[in-house]
Every structure is written in structure tokens, then in C-alpha cells.
């Protein structure tokens, strides 16, 4: 991602700041919990409380398109902080609820309301643009409640990458205003000239309304119990009319569900593993977005909730067997922004697949370059790999033939500009000082070194993404065959066997018994052992007789911590397990490198990976793994050690339950046949069985169930709908 998070090594962290632009500074702890709605371009972080901007140490607010829109949203009942009782997300993270009750509330030394009296429940949603809440307040007292409910709120539309911490020299100006009994504007001229709004509207009109506060004088008679609405709009037009609370509720759960049929559901025999199915399936459903091209999968909150190329591409590729139309709105959306001209400032080049889209003001004034960026050398690679194993899945030919044309352009720049010395490796540097200086998914700036801890310079080919470029010339060379030509599918099949053979003999350390991370600008290999090597396995690049050394060595004590495989292996010079990327543990880093076990037939390693995260996510906040968390050894009757601005949800790590899953099955998909293959499937001990519903094979589905018997299984077809077959392959 574009973002390099904190270090934790004092002697790193001012060189750090100095090399990285793009930083994510940790100043102190978080004094309550948060929780995260999002409906599209628009995310909300809140505390416990349901308050926004009260508790230090988090990222609240409300924002629309990399933008803040509400910095503070504080409820106080006579000037007092209410109690919290608990606070917990709907199963599907449509709303967020918060039960809270009031304090012991004196005036002028004598108690005039006993604590526990008010039950106060706060009910947030976003949808369309707008966060909605509901305050519902009951008495449960002997006599009438008198006191009054006050709301501050404020805004300083800050872009996203000032609320991270980055200093902006001047920015525009703002302003608020009353537009009525029950309205406040909260209006921002940004430098580049654009105005953003933030309407605050309150239902019923409030006793005493102020720019940047309402205030509600209430009697609430014994066991009575009333409701006040409050509404904050991004940029909402004057004739675009505010739907009633308890009406979007419903609209917006009934176009959730719309959304979500037709996806495989999943059920197994145990009820934590189905705990942490149902919470990765809500977050990706909630961090989908409505764009123009179809559904995409948005890389995280709060950082990342934007289109990245190479993020949702892993994530449509890791939902592929699941849920294949994801895949197809990525695919086309990543089309439809694909580099057509040089622009050194933006990093592009024809043919190159984004990197990271922003939609807010320092974009617009290029203060970052991430208006359109497409500062990764892996995005173009995996957009053919995609596309390719896209249609495989669904044997959607229109589509592919939307596509080729991107496809091709994709393959030339892997050729050409891609290449810049004509090695025969796909390399990046970064065109400007602006931009990423390591371009790869490991993207701190301190990620791709040598041996002696020494960073690497020049052209650097990192050994992953020449994986990517066989498997990508592999697929693409069989979806030539589909379109009729034969002889672009011959040359790409050549062009990927040569490759194989030029890799093996400048990537493999016989010394280090695994692949180097890199290759420096001046061919020198970074004889460090990472994961990397691990997405090698997935991309089918290895060597048969290699494949086994390298699962060993990641599953050895230096790389696998009892929770994961960490991403650089214990006792390398630049191994930390606090940091970003040298040391810490990916769940979706480990789900791809389970991929690559299951393709070389190493079922036993994937059950090791498989129940490492399974044991990981039951440690963790509502079953939910996070981007990454801490590569510390596993100790007995302790949990995972969690790293302090991951992203939670984020879309890859949401989606690693499913390809832990997939891997174990060994599922396969030939549409052209109309037949599902599990290919030497095997169930972790802590999974007796699995049900799979509503399993998707062009105009076909089926229900399975998967039994583990020992190291075996045994597979029954529940039920079929259309033509469709099931096999078990038992051989590599």
C-alpha cells in the first residue's frame, strides 16, 4: 500500500520519518475502543461511546472521499459524559449500537438525578452519503427525569492525509451558519477552489441551537421513553430530500442483502471458525463500493477506504471461488484507468494498472501524488493473472474479450517499459522523489534490503513479481487459445518457460535453501530469506523439486511463530517483529503462500497455516483478523500480539478465511466442462465438516458437504441446480 506504518525501533523511527512522506505516526494510546461503518465512498470511525473526536489516539471522524466531514460529535447530559453499558456492531455492520446510562448528577450539591436512571441508546448507520442516528432515551426511574441532552459537533475538513499527520503550509477557510430551527451548515473553500459541505439536521427542533452545538431540555416522565434524530450529510444538495431514520434503516439493510445473493455461503461443524466466516464475509460486504464499473472492494479502514489496484485484485482473487463477480467489477474498473500516457509525477506509463486512486483536496493539488498513482509493478502483472483466472472460473468470454485489449496493453508494458535494462525481469524505481520508494506489497521504504541490512538501489526485480509475470503469461497465453489466437498463445507460453529457467538461475540462493527477495539495480541478489518466496509457490514458478524446500523453511521456527508465517525470517538483519514488513505476520501474505502449498500438493502445510489464523482470529475483537499483526514467538495461554494502526477490516485480510478454505478443499473450476474438482482435499482437525451452499458454476450451483475422516475425507453432493459435476481428484 502507499502507506508505511510505525516502527517500532527508536534508532529507525527519525529515519523514518525522514525517508517516508507517507508515514503513519502512533502518538499515543487510544483511551477507548473504535468502531467503523462505511456505505460506499463514505466511513465513519466512532469510539465506544458513539462519539466522534472526544477519546485521543484515534482517527475519528466522518469522511466522504478522502475527506473529513465531522471532527467532533460529543453527547453530554448535563454537561456530563453518560456512562457506557456496551457497544457492539449488527452481525452484518449495517449499525452500530451503544447503550449508555447517566451519571450520579448533582446541582448545587444536592443529587438531582441517580445514576442508572436513563437508558440512552445510540443506533448509527451510514447510506448514501449520510450518517444517521437515532438517540432513544427511557426512564426507568420513579419520577420525572429532568436534564438536558447536549450535542457539540464540529468540522476542520481535513484530507485524509492530515488527519495521519501530514503539515499542510496553508488551507482554505471555513465557515458555519443556521439554516433553521433544526439545521446547521458547516461549509470549507478548499485551495483548490472547491466548496465542501457538512449539514447537521436535528429531529425535533432542538430548545437551543448554536453553530456547534444543540441542546435538548427534557422531562421524561417514569417509564416513559422519546427519541431525537440527528443526521450529518457530505455535500448534500437542497433538493435532495433526508429519508426518515427507521425508512433508510430498512432501505439500507434490503439493499445489502440484494447485494450479497447469490454468494456461496458457508457452514461448518465448528462454531467460532463460522464466527469468523460471517464477520470476513460482513466486513468485505461493507467495504464494497458501488462504482460506475461494478462492485470493488475498497482496501481498508480507516487509510485505505479507496480504490488500489493491487489490493483488490488479491482480494477478487482470493474471493474468486466464492464469489466470482467481484473479480469482474475489478477487472473492469482497473481497465477503464489503465495508464495510457508517461506522467513521471503520477508514476504511469501505457499499459500500467493503478495503484491508488484519492478523491480529496491535497490529490487535487497534487500535495500528494495519489490523485491517480500507479507507483506498483505488481498491479499490471496480477490484472492478468486475474483475468485469466477469471475466466477460467466462469467461462465468461464477453468479457475476456472486453478485456483483451487491456490484457495486451498490460503484457506490453511487462515487455517494455517494465523492463527497463531488457534483463527479462520486470523491475521498478520510482520516476520522482515524490513517490513510493519500494513499489512491490512490501512497500516500506526499508523492505527490500541486503544481507548485511544495506537498502537496495537501483532497478529492483523482486522475486514475487516475476512469479506473477509467468503465472500471467501462462493464463494469458490460454485465454489467446479461447479468442482463436494460436500463435500469441504460443509465444506467450514460450516467452513464460524461458522466464521460469532465467528465474531459477538468478533467483535461487542454494546457500539460503530459498529464493532471494530481490535483485538490486546492479543484479545483485538480496540474499535475504522472506516470504516472498512463499507467493513464489503460488504463482507455480518454482521448480518441483524446490518446492519442498521452501515449505520447510517457512514453516521452520525462523519463519512460522505458531499465528503465521512471518515476512521475514527471525535472526535477518533488518528482522523486527513490530515492524510494517520485516517481521511481521500478513493473514493474506500467509493465505496466498497456503495457495502455493496446496499447488505443489502440500496439504499438511496448509493445515499448519490454516490453524495458525484460525487460532489467530479467535484471539481477536469480533472474530475479525486485521491487516497484520505482531510476529512475536507464540507463548502458551497468550494471545497474538496486535500492531497498533493496522487497518481492521481491511479487504485482503477479511478475505483470507475463504482462501485457507479453498486451498484446504483444493478446489478447482472448469467451466468449458461444467464441473467442480476438489483435488486432494483435506480439513484441519479443528473443521469435522463443511457445508458449502449455493456453489456457483456458470448458470449451475451445487451444495456440498466435506467430511474429515482422520487425514481423509468423504464428499456428498446435498443438492445440484442445473448441469453440473463434482469430482475428487486423489493425486498431485
Same mark, same amino acid.
Given at each position: 500500500m502507499a502507506i508505511e506504518a510505525t516502527a517500532s525501533v527508536s534508532n529507525i523511527r527519525d529515519e523514518a520519518v525522514t525517508e517516508s512522506p507517507f508515514y503513519i505516526p502512533m502518538t499515543g494510546p487510544t483511551a477507548r475502543p473504535r468502531q467503523v461503518l462505511k456505505h460506499d465512498d463514505t466511513f465513519v470511525v466512532l469510539d465506544s461511546h458513539g462519539d466522534i473526536g472526544v477519546s485521543a489516539g484515534g482517527p475519528d471522524g466522518l469522511f466522504n472521499a478522502d475527506t473529513r466531514y465531522l471532527a467532533r460529535l460529543e453527547l453530554l447530559l448535563d454537561d456530563m459524559q453518560p456512562l457506557l453499558l456496551g457497544s457492539n456492531l449488527r452481525d452484518d455492520n449495517s449499525a452500530l449500537t451503544v447503550d449508555l446510562t447517566n451519571p450520579d448528577i448533582y446541582s448545587n450539591g444536592r443529587l438531582v438525578l441517580q445514576k442508572d436512571v436513563l437508558h440512552i441508546v445510540r443506533t448509527i448507520f451510514l447510506w448514501r452519503g449520510t450518517a444517521y442516528q437515532r438517540i432513544g432515551l427511557q426512564n426507568h426511574g420513579d419520577r420525572t427525569a429532568i436534564f438536558d441532552l447536549t450535542l457539540f459537533f464540529d468540522n476542520d475538513f481535513a484530507d485524509l492525509f492530515e488527519v495521519r499527520g501530514t503539515q499542510r503550509?496553508?488551507?482554505?477557510?471555513?465557515?458555519?451558519?443556521?439554516?433553521?430551527?433544526?439545521?446547521?451548515?458547516?461549509?470549507?473553500?478548499?485551495?483548490?477552489?472547491?466548496?465542501?459541505?457538512?449539514?447537521?439536521?436535528?429531529?425535533?427542533?432542538?430548545?437551543?441551537?448554536?453553530?456547534?452545538?444543540?441542546?435538548?431540555?427534557?422531562?421524561?416522565?417514569?417509564?416513559?421513553?422519546?427519541?431525537?434524530?440527528?443526521?450529518?450529510s457530505c455535500n448534500r444538495p437542497k433538493s435532495d430530500?433526508?429519508?426518515?431514520?427507521?425508512?433508510?434503516?430498512?432501505a439500507h439493510?434490503?439493499?445489502?442483502?440484494?447485494?450479497?445473493?447469490?454468494?456461496?455461503s458457508i457452514e461448518t461443524s465448528n462454531n467460532i471458525f463460522n464466527e469468523v466466516v460471517c464477520q470476513s464475509m460482513a466486513d468485505l460486504n461493507m467495504l464494497m463500493t458501488e462504482t460506475p464499473q461494478g462492485r470493488y472492494p475498497y482496501a481498508g479502514i480507516p487509510w485505505y477506504s479507496t480504490t488500489f489496484g493491487r489490493d483488490g485484485l488479491i482480494t477478487a482473487l482470493q474471493m474468486l471461488w466464492i464469489d466470482p463477480r467481484v473479480a469482474r467489477g475489478v477487472l473492469r474498473r482497473l481497465a477503464s484507468y489503465q495508464a495510457t500516457t508517461v506522467d513521471p509525477v503520477n508514476d504511469a506509463e501505457p499499459g500500467k494498472i493503478l495503484h491508488e486512486m484519492r478523491g480529496g483536496e491535497m490529490a487535487s493539488l497534487r500535495e500528494v501524488p495519489f490523485a491517480q498513482y500507479y507507483g506498483s509493478v505488481?498491479?499490471?502483472?496480477?490484472?492478468?493473472?486475474?483475468?485469466?483466472?477469471?475466466?477460467?472460473?466462469?467461462?465468461?468470454?464477453?468479457?475476456?474479450?472486453?478485456?483483451?485489449?487491456?490484457?495486451?496493453?498490460?503484457?506490453?508494458?511487462?515487455?517494455? *517499459? /517494465?523492463?527497463?535494462?531488457?534483463? #527479462?525481469? %520486470?523491475?521498478?524505481? @520510482? +520516476?520522482?522523489?515524490?513517490?513510493?520508494?519500494?513499489?512491490?506489497?512490501?512497500?516500506?521504504?526499508?523492505?527490500?534490503?541486503?544481507?548485511?541490512?544495506?537498502?537496495?538501489?537501483?532497478?529492483?526485480?523482486?522475486?514475487?513479481?516475476?512469479?506473477?509475470?509467468?503465472?500471467?503469461?501462462?493464463?494469458?497465453?490460454?485465454c489467446a487459445r479461447r479468442l482463436g489466437l494460436t500463435h500469441r498463445a504460443e509465444t506467450l507460453d514460450d516467452e513464460?518457460?524461458?522466464?521460469?529457467?532465467?528465474?531459477?538461475?538468478?533467483f535461487w540462493c542454494e546457500e539460503l535453501g530459498?529464493?532471494?527477495?530481490?535483485?538490486?539495480?546492479?543484479?545483485?541478489?538480496?540474499?535475504?530469506?522472506?516470504?516472498? *518466496? /512463499?507467493?513464489?509457490?503460488?504463482? #507455480?514458478? %518454482?521448480?518441483?523439486? @524446490? +518446492?519442498?524446500?521452501?515449505?520447510?523453511?517457512?514453516l521452520g521456527p525462523q519463519f512460522f511463530s505458531g499465528w503465521g508465517i512471518r515476512t521475514v525470517a527471525?535472526?535477518?538483519?533488518?528482522?523486527?517483529?513490530?515492524?510494517?514488513?520485516?517481521?511481521?505476520?500478513?493473514?493474506?501474505?500467509?493465505?496466498?503462500?497456503?495457495?502455493?502449498?496446496?499447488?505443489?500438493?502440500?496439504?499438511?502445510?496448509?493445515?499448519?497455516?490454516?490453524?495458525?489464523?484460525?487460532?489467530?482470529?479467535?484471539?481477536?475483537?469480533?472474530?475479525?483478523?486485521?491487516?497484520?499483526?505482531?510476529?512475536?514467538?507464540?507463548?502458551?495461554?497468550?494471545?497474538?500480539?496486535?500492531?497498533?494502526?493496522a487497518c481492521a477490516p481491511q479487504a485482503w485480510a477479511s478475505a483470507t478465511p475463504f482462501t485457507l478454505l479453498e486451498a484446504s478443499l483444493g478446489l478447482e473450476f472448469d467451466a468449458r466442462r461444467g464441473e467442480i474438482r476438489l483435488r486432494n482435499p483435506r480439513l484441519p482437525a479443528f473443521l469435522n465438516e463443511v457445508i458449502l451452499r449455493d456453489l456457483q458454476l456458470g448458470d449451475s450451483s451445487v451444495d456440498l458437504r466435506v467430511r474429515r475422516h482422520g487425514d481423509d475425507v468423504s464428499l456428498e453432493v446435498l443438492r445440484t441446480r442445473g448441469r453440473i459435476q463434482v469430482s475428487l481428484v486423489l493425486a498431485h
Open positions: 503550509a496553508r488551507r482554505g477557510t471555513g465557515s458555519s451558519r443556521l439554516l433553521g430551527f433544526g439545521d446547521v451548515a458547516l461549509l470549507y473553500r478548499g485551495l483548490d477552489d472547491v466548496v465542501r459541505s457538512s449539514t447537521v439536521h436535528l429531529e425535533p427542533r432542538p430548545t437551543r441551537l448554536a453553530v456547534n452545538a444543540a441542546t435538548y431540555h427534557l422531562e421524561l416522565p417514569p417509564q416513559q421513553n422519546t427519541s431525537l434524530f440527528v443526521t450529518v430530500p433526508l429519508m426518515p431514520f427507521f425508512k433508510g434503516l430498512l439493510r434490503r439493499e445489502m442483502r440484494q447485494l450479497t445473493a447469490g454468494t456461496t505488481d498491479s499490471t502483472p496480477l490484472f492478468v493473472m486475474l483475468a485469466g483466472l477469471y475466466v477460467e472460473r466462469t467461462g465468461d468470454d464477453a468479457t475476456l474479450a472486453d478485456l483483451w485489449e487491456s490484457i495486451e496493453a498490460a503484457l506490453r508494458w511487462i515487455d517494455g *517499459a /517494465g523492463d527497463p535494462d531488457k534483463d #527479462g525481469f %520486470v523491475e521498478y524505481q @520510482r +520516476a520522482t522523489d515524490e513517490g513510493l520508494q519500494n513499489q512491490g506489497w512490501k512497500d516500506s521504504y526499508d523492505a527490500v534490503f541486503h544481507a548485511d541490512g544495506e537498502l537496495a538501489e537501483g532497478d529492483i526485480a523482486l522475486a514475487e513479481v516475476q512469479g506473477y509475470v509467468f503465472a500471467a503469461k501462462q493464463l494469458a497465453a490460454r513464460a518457460r524461458r522466464l521460469a529457467v532465467r528465474f531459477e538461475k538468478a530459498t529464493y532471494v527477495l530481490a535483485l538490486d539495480g546492479a543484479k545483485r541478489p538480496c540474499r535475504v530469506r522472506t516470504s516472498n *518466496a /512463499g507467493q513464489l509457490l503460488f504463482t #507455480g514458478i %518454482v521448480r518441483e523439486d @524446490r +518446492a519442498r524446500l521452501v515449505a520447510a523453511d517457512l527471525r535472526g535477518e538483519a533488518r528482522y523486527n517483529p513490530m515492524s510494517y514488513h520485516n517481521g511481521s505476520i500478513w493473514p493474506h501474505d500467509n493465505a496466498l503462500i497456503a495457495l502455493g502449498f496446496a499447488r505443489y500438493g502440500l496439504k499438511h502445510a496448509v493445515e499448519q497455516v490454516f490453524k495458525g489464523l484460525f487460532e489467530t482470529a479467535s484471539y481477536m475483537e469480533l472474530r475479525r483478523l486485521p491487516e497484520l499483526f505482531c510476529g512475536f514467538q507464540r507463548e502458551r495461554r497468550r494471545g497474538p500480539t496486535l500492531y497498533p494502526v
